[in-house]
């Protein structure tokens, strides 16, 4: 399939780390490309506009030209399309990549542009970490439940104190492990990219409607929320996730009757993102703690109470586009930072 290609990417778009396709809005046809692209697909310029997409397509994938092109179109009259697509390359090697399609005017002629990045390794780790949530659930959970029955069993059939006692602490330990299922849960939500976006919501609402809940479980702490600036983010399950896991941090970590928690919703003044502050009356959070969510650290243990909560807060807001920022309050507590990428109110 030749074309004409009288539509042509700027010159600068070569310099891009992103690949860029130019399609044609009703054919579907490539008319550019850029190098970076070239690269991750391994074809020439010259040779992916004669290939089919079947042609550039895994086999064993469900993918056909009808739905590309059919997507292309949808693209083109003004319907952005956000998808995962598995290609071949020209060496044969299969990758996964993820394909942003939408409408362009260059020239005063309407196309369809095509980013496109390898999510490869992105998606190894996210079956990964979707292998080991099975693992849990369905094995350390069922193993998990057993113990805190025996541990109950135990406590109401023995009369001496040490040996309940001994009960007691196994059957909260079970109950920390079992904690843990919901933990990975999060994370491998937060791991598993989606092909959709969240819904826009004012950052205020959705924090409140995370807190609910959770007041409702700890009616004795207090939650102020401040909103200095009307900011607006992508909700998704990370991200309340990731409040989630602040606000209840602070609230169970701390030896004050009537935990005091104070959120704050801010413009970041250097950057323009959606700064919320949440902080605590906690104990400063260990060093070591705080060192293994750094992901240059190796071998560097932690605790559940509070470190796997550190771990599902870092992965859910860096999938929302943004990152955690943890720092020691004076005289007492921890300042817990997250700061995500801005959205306009829809």
């Not at 502050?277 to 650290?297: F, G, H, K, N």
């Amino acid at each position: 399939m030749t074309v004409n290609a009288s539509r042509t990417l700027p010159s600068y778009f070569d310099s891009l780390r992103v690949g860029v396709l130019l399609h044609h809005p009703e054919t579907g046809a490539v008319l550019d490309l850029n190098r970076r692209l070239e690269a991750m697909y391994g074809y020439s310029k010259s040779t992916l506009q004669e290939l089919s997409v079947e042609a550039y397509s895994a086999n064993t994938y469900s993918h056909t030209e009808e739905e590309m092109h059919a997507r292309i179109r949808e693209a083109a009259a003004g319907h952005p399309q956000s998808f995962r697509w598995r290609v071949k390359r020209g060496d044969g090697e299969l990758i996964w990549v993820k394909i942003h399609l939408s409408q362009i005017d260059l020239g005063g002629s309407r196309s369809v542009l095509g980013e496109v990045r390898n999510v490869s390794a992105y998606t190894a780790t996210s079956r990964r970490v979707n292998l080991l949530s099975r693992i849990i659930r369905h094995n350390l959970r069922n193993d998990v439940t057993v113990l805190e029955g025996y541990a109950e069993a135990i406590e109401a059939a023995i009369d001496d104190a040490a040996v309940e006692d001994y009960a007691r602490t196994v059957r909260s330990k079970a109950t920390d492990i079992g904690g843990l299922n919901e933990s990975v849960r999060e994370i491998e939500d937060a791991t598993i990219e989606s092909d959709g976006n969240g819904p826009i919501r004012r950052a205020s609402d959705t924090i409140s409607d995370v807190l609910a809940p959770i007041l409702a479980e700890y009616p004795h702490a207090t939650v102020d929320i401040e909103e200095r600036t009307e900011m607006w983010v992508e909700s998704k399950d990370a991200f309340e996730h990731a409040v989630g896991h602040a606000v209840e941090n602070a609230i169970v970590h701390t030896d004050d009757p009537e935990p005091p928690v104070q959120i704050t919703i801010d413009e970041s003044p250097n950057t323009g993102r959606c700064e919320i502050r949440i902080v605590d009356s906690c104990p400063t959070i260990p060093q070591m703690e705080l060192d293994a969510i750094d992901e240059m650290t190796e071998n560097t243990s932690t605790s559940h109470g509070s470190g796997v909560g550190l771990f599902v807060m870092k992965w859910c807001v860096e999938s929302l586009g943004g990152e955690l920022k943890i720092v020691r309050n004076r005289p007492r507590g921890n300042v817990v930072h997250f700061y995500l990428p801005p959205k306009e109110p829809p």
